[in-house]
């Protein structure tokens, strides 16, 4: 061996030992990763594929899947068996019962992507354990849907019935007179036939004025009032 190859190698080797060096620095200077679980966990990412579940339709709190079983026959593994029914007042039929055997599932992705619902998605659940097999072989997905939908209506009150909103909106009817109004004014007799000095006589003294009036003036009410008395 050459001394320019001693050299060469000896170069090369500090070389790497500061590049070695500067990486570890770097990375003992960023914060720590370290999180206390499992009182602390991580937020997973939005592509990450745990467990499938029902999606839950935010708008009537109900679940989305219509039981078309489109999932059952896109699923590689038949490791989904579901039903469903239609309720009452419901145009499609909705899920009943949605089980998987999770045991078997090979987390492919294809449930979800065939469902036109897009009632189906992938859990965050990471931290799924159990020392019994078949808590895996029998997951209830439809258990959980349920209760999410129980959480839901305690967040959304139910509104006020639309037939009580219309009854207050519309307007109140006329209400009838007060019958002792219409007593009083069917009691009153008709007055007889008046003689037409008397006519004469209440019209002069419904004419008269109220108010003083002029000398002249009363005068020429009471000549007035002689004329229709004089036969």
């Known amino acids: 061996m050459s001394l320019i190859s001693v050299i060469r190698e000896t170069y090369l080797g500090f070389k790497s030992l500061l590049i070695g060096l500067r990486i570890t620095g770097r990375e003992a200077l960023k914060p720590s990763l370290t999180v206390q679980y499992p009182h602390d966990t991580l937020k997973m990412p939005a592509r990450f594929r745990g467990h499938i579940q029902l999606v839950l339709d935010p708008a009537t709190g109900r679940p989305r899947c219509t039981a078309c079983g489109l999932c059952v026959k896109a699923c590689p593994s038949g490791c989904i068996d579901l039903d469903g029914l239609k309720r009452e007042g419901e145009k499609k039929k909705s899920v009943s019962r949605y089980d998987l055997d999770f045991s ?100 002069a003294s419904a004419a008269a004025p109220t108010v003083a009036a002029p000398a002249g003036a009363r005068m020429a009410v009471s000549a007035t009032a002689a004329e229709s008395k004089t036969p």
């Open 104 to 203: 078997m599932c090979s987390l492919c992705g294809s449930c979800v992507e065939v469902c036109p619902s897009d009632a189906i998605d992938f859990s965050k659940q990471y931290n799924v354990a159990s020392f019994n097999r078949d808590h895996f072989a029998h997951m209830d997905l439809y258990a959980k849907i349920e209760h999410d939908a129980k959480v839901w209506a305690q967040t959304h009150p139910a509104p006020a019935p639309a037939v009580a909103t219309l009854a207050a909106a519309a307007p109140k009817p006329a209400s009838p007179p007060p019958a002792a109004a219409v007593t009083a004014s069917s009691a009153v007799p008709t007055p007889p036939a008046a003689t037409a000095s008397s006519m004469q006589t209440s019209v």
